[in-house]
T-cell receptor, first 110, second 114 residues
């Protein structure tokens, strides 16, 4: 069974520091990878996608993909209290649907 | 102007009842989905429709029946509700039926079965 695993947290990070969120997945054939942010009581929203090995940067967010080790991570630089949310990792295992992890709850401490 | 809207926002009902959740998107997308998120935040796909045609039907009890009258609407009817059906149900849409096509979620319907 294809799985996506994340540490549920909570992960507490001081304001201004780098938050590092990790995700591992079970199938080497996986094609594409996504990070969704979900504020408490709200719906998930897409913040990053990555398709090839290496880093992809977008503002304060950097996604890192290592297909050989089957992990994808999200770094948030200069963390702000508004970054406090649950971050969901999602993987396309090549079956045209996304499989989500259970999410990591991130709290930025002012 | 809400992109993906679903109603109702909250639904509290008793075991054995039948209920429906409605969803509409004004993004012009071809594909719509129903996802279920349990109390542990696990988000799992239930159904997907592309241009009114059922594409994905995960292992969901027959009590759940989706209906898409047109590509802008996808409703979910649930018969004989059970305690385990309590969850947040999210409708979503995407431009096309490809996993790389970003999902746009509605605000969710919190279903509580007592």
């Amino acid at each position: 069974q294809k799985e996506v695993e994340q540490n549920s947290g909570p992960l507490s990070v001081p304001e201004g520091a780098i938050a590092s969120l990790n995700c591992t997945y079970s199938d080497r054939v996986s094609q594409s990878f996504f990070w969704y942010r979900q504020y408490s009581g709200k719906s998930p929203e897409l913040i990053m996608s990555i398709y090839s090995n290496g880093d992809k940067e977008d503002g304060r967010f950097t996604a890192q993909l290592n297909k050989a080790s089957q992990y994808v991570s999200l770094l948030i630089r200069d963390s702000q209290p508004s970054d406090s949310a649950t971050y969901l990792c999602a993987v396309n295992f090549g079956n045209e649907k996304l499989t989500f992890g259970t999410g990591t709850r991130l709290t930025i401490i002012p | 102007d809400t992109a993906v809207s679903q109603t109702p926002k909250y639904l509290v009902t008793q075991m054995g009842n039948d209920k429906s959740i409605k969803c509409e998107q004004n993004l012009g997308h071809d594909t719509m989905y129903w996802y279920k998120q349990d109390s542990k935040k696990f988000l799992k796909i239930m159904f997907s429709y592309n241009n009114k045609e059922l594409i994905i039907n995960e292992t969901v009890p027959n009590r759940f029946s989706p209906k898409s009258p047109d590509k802008a609407h996808l409703n979910l009817h649930i018969n004989s509700l059970e305690l385990g059906d309590s969850a947040v149900y999210f409708c979503a849409s995407s431009q096309e039926h490809r996993a790389n096509s970003p999902l746009h979620f509605g605000n969710g319907t919190r279903l509580t079965v007592t």
